[in-house]
């Protein structure tokens, strides 16, 4: 089945230790979408591609980087990770943008210890 | 700007009915609805574009005002699989934001025996 992957589905890692979570898709999606969940929280927009288009959000910290290398795959990249960025972390993918559904992956759980 | 969601929490006996709402203070480009169960990743309910539209199916349906500016899911005769936290999410008009959505704050439903 066409479908959105992360991997890992949990991730620990240490203060300051960078890590990368990795999505990819089998939709041939042009959108892909990062977002940050925090506990009983919304999901938070951190950037999103179109194609090769990066759009950063102004408030994503510049610790995040993202890198999409070809059509499916989407890379997220944290620095130097705080305390505060443990989080569930989701990719979800969308054909054009506004007028279609976004398709979310299972996510990834981070930890930081 | 975050769409403001209400109520924050519904508790249902199985068969009743909810209704959840959505509003903006700006006319939007389009309304999704999205259910996230605990621990897994928000699932597509469906899409509004048009003001004044009201889709959906047999028991969930919802609908967008003629303004665009608030939407309405309708959860009829609801059963134990429809707990979970609802989420609006939306996109602004005009622009090219590709679809980037901001979501409300969720509302959190619970459907009892």
């Known amino acids: 089945d066409a479908m959105v992957i992360q991997n890992p589905r949990y991730q620990v890692t240490q203060f300051g230790k960078p890590v990368t979570l990795s999505c990819s898709q089998t939709?041939?999606?042009?959108?892909m979408y990062w977002y940050q969940q925090k506990s009983s929280q919304a999901p938070k927009l951190l950037f999103h591609?179109?194609?090769?288009?990066?759009?950063n959000e102004a408030d994503t910290p510049d610790n995040f980087q993202s890198r999409r290398p070809n059509t499916s795959f989407c890379f997220l990249d944290i620095r130097s990770p705080g305390l505060g960025d443990a989080a569930m972390y989701l990719c979800a993918t969308s054909r054009t943008g506004g007028s279609q559904p976004q398709h979310f992956g299972d996510g990834t759980r981070l930890s930081i210890l | 700007q975050q769409p403001v969601q209400s109520p924050q929490a519904v508790i249902l006996r199985e068969g009743e009915d909810a209704v959840i709402n959505c509003s903006s203070s700006k006319a939007l480009y389009s309304v999704h609805w999205y259910r996230q169960k605990h621990g897994e990743a928000p699932v597509f309910l469906m899409i509004l574009l048009k003001g004044g539209e009201q889709k959906g199916h047999e028991k969930i349906s919802a609908s967008f005002n003629e303004k665009k500016q608030q939407s309405s899911l309708y959860l009829t005769a609801s059963q134990l699989s429809y707990s979970g936290t609802y989420f609006c999410?939306?996109?602004?008009?005009?622009?090219?934001?590709?679809?980037?959505?901001?979501f409300g704050q969720g509302t959190i439903l619970t459907v009892h025996p």
């Open positions: 999410g939306t996109a602004n008009a005009g622009g090219t934001s590709y679809g980037k959505l901001t």
């Open positions: 939709l041939n999606h042009n959108v």
């Open positions: 591609y179109y194609d090769k288009d990066f759009n």
